[in-house]
């Protein structure tokens, strides 16, 4: 899997968007961006994924750069509840070798601040 | 459906002394992981079962730790002889091979603390 590099930390006020970047710069062809998030004492809780285009659920949006070495996940509306430790992964799914395992690095902490 | 079950949640035990660790997939998940994370980590793979067959195991899993997945349903994971330095959060996750890029879901994860 490419390695990936976040941010330590970050704070947000509540209710603003948080913006958390993480660089792939060396991410290939066939490689997915995951977000994984881990509020204290949980197990870490599936964001959102993609390729190329941006994408959006429920719970964030994902903006991937058109050279596809950096992305941003976006919290539009941060909550207190939102404050956890951000992972972004890159990995080919469903193929063999050893693509089946996440790779975690240590993350960004996301401090919103009410 | 509740997703990953872990049980116990937290675990205190002495040196020397052997621990089980159960974890209950989502029920229609054939691939189940076991992760392992200490303080101030991120998620550590140690292990990867799919239906009954373990896959692969990390070089992290010494011959103290044992997993099995009898049925291709639960999944056990065993440590003898616990030292000090296994304290750590132990994560299940489970996966449907071919739905959806693969994601993993996670379980709240087992707290060992071992004095």
């Known amino acids: 899997d490419a390695k990936t590099t976040q941010p330590p930390s970050m704070d947000c006020a509540e209710g603003r968007a948080a913006n958390l970047p993480c660089n792939h710069s060396?991410?290939?062809?066939?490689?997915?961006v995951y977000w994984y998030r881990q509020i204290h004492s949980q197990g870490p809780q599936y964001i959102i994924h993609?390729?190329?285009n941006n994408e959006t659920n429920e719970m964030a949006s994902l903006i991937i750069t058109e050279d596809r070495k950096s992305s941003t996940l976006i919290l539009p509306h941060a909550t207190l509840r939102d404050t956890a430790v951000y992972y972004c992964?890159?990995?080919?799914?469903?193929?063999?070798?050893?693509?089946?395992?996440?790779?975690f690095g240590k993350g960004t902490l996301l401090t919103v601040n009410p | 459906d509740t997703g990953v079950s872990q049980d116990p949640r937290h675990k205190i035990t002495k040196r020397g002394q052997n621990v089980t660790f159960r974890c209950d997939p989502i029920?229609?998940?054939?691939?189940l992981y076991w992760y392992r994370q200490t303080l101030g980590q991120g998620p550590e793979f140690l292990t990867y079962f799919q239906n009954e067959a373990q896959l692969e195991k990390s070089r992290l899993l010494s011959d103290r730790f044992s997993a099995e997945r009898p049925k291709g349903s639960f999944s056990t994971l065993e440590i003898q002889r616990t030292e000090q330095g296994d304290s750590a959060m132990y994560l299940c996750?489970?996966?449907?091979?071919?739905?959806?890029?693969?994601?993993?879901?996670f379980g709240a994860g087992t707290r060992l603390s071992v004095l």
């Open positions: 992964i890159v990995r080919v799914p469903n193929s063999g070798g050893s693509n089946y395992k996440l790779t």
């Open positions: 060396t991410i290939s062809g066939n490689e997915y």
């Open positions: 029920s229609e998940h054939n691939r």
């Open positions: 993609g390729l190329k």
């Open positions: 996750a489970s996966s449907l091979a071919g739905a959806s890029k693969n994601i993993q879901y």
